[in-house]
């Protein structure tokens, strides 16, 4: 076995760890989310499982945006499967993360506690692309197929994605909020502002 090869005990147990701190992170904040707390939510013996499995809170903090991001893309593969239409990937994707909101409510929170609590550079590359810099990417790709108007793409996927973090906050104030609806609206306002 090579020596970056992991077992799959290993990986199950980085899984939980990494699910764990997700959870602490949602739910204390980044400030609070210490090993001992992690392992006293993971269930597990000693905060030295953690220092086995990362080789530190950098490590174990990079872990959690990977795995909250991938949850992401999940949700948004789900719904851009087949979908070739650039406006209609770009309704997907503002739905996709509208619906993330109300799937992995708790990924998510970990990844604004990250964002804002955390000053690894990092961290903010990592952050930054989540947030605007894959929709500006595709913004620009239908600009230049002629699909969208002229704009800053730039301000529209930070208007996309304020957007958004707007309706986190009112999913968080308002539990009963209609997410399918909104995300609905907010794509039906942002496909018609993109247009030629």
């Known amino acids: 076995m090579q020596v970056n090869e992991q077992t799959a005990t290993e990986l199950a147990r980085r899984k939980q760890i990494t699910d ?3 959870e ?4 204390l904040g980044y400030g609070k989310a210490s090993f001992a707390r992690i392992v006293e939510h993971a269930g597990l013996s000693s905060t030295r499982m953690i220092s086995y499995h990362f080789a530190d809170k950098s490590d174990l903090v990079m872990a959690v945006l ?3 991001i991938a ?4 949700v948004l593969d789900a719904r851009i499967a087949g979908v070739v239409d650039r406006v209609e990937l ?3 994707h503002i739905e996709a993360r509208v619906e993330y909101l109300r799937t992995h409510p708790k990924h998510l929170r970990a990844v604004v506690e990250i964002g804002t609590g955390a000053r690894e550079p990092m961290y903010a ?7 605007v810099g894959r929709l500006q990417r595709q913004l620009h790709q ?3 197929e002629g699909v969208f108007g002229r704009f800053d793409t730039a301000v529209v996927a930070e208007a996309v994605a304020s957007a958004l973090d707007g309706a986190a906050q009112r999913a968080a104030a308002e539990p009963d909020l209609d997410l399918t609806a909104y995300g609905r609206e907010l794509a ?6 993109v247009r030629p």
Do not use: P, Y
């Open 20 to 22: 764990a701190a997700i």
């Open 188 to 193: 039906d306002l942002f496909t018609r502002a």
């Open 66 to 68: 990977v795995s909250a």
């Open 125 to 131: 590359v990592v952050l930054r692309d989540f947030r």
């Open 142 to 144: 239908g600009q230049r």
């Open 71 to 74: 949850a992401g893309d999940e």
């Open 90 to 92: 770009l309704r997907a």
């Open 24 to 27: 602490v992170i949602a739910d």
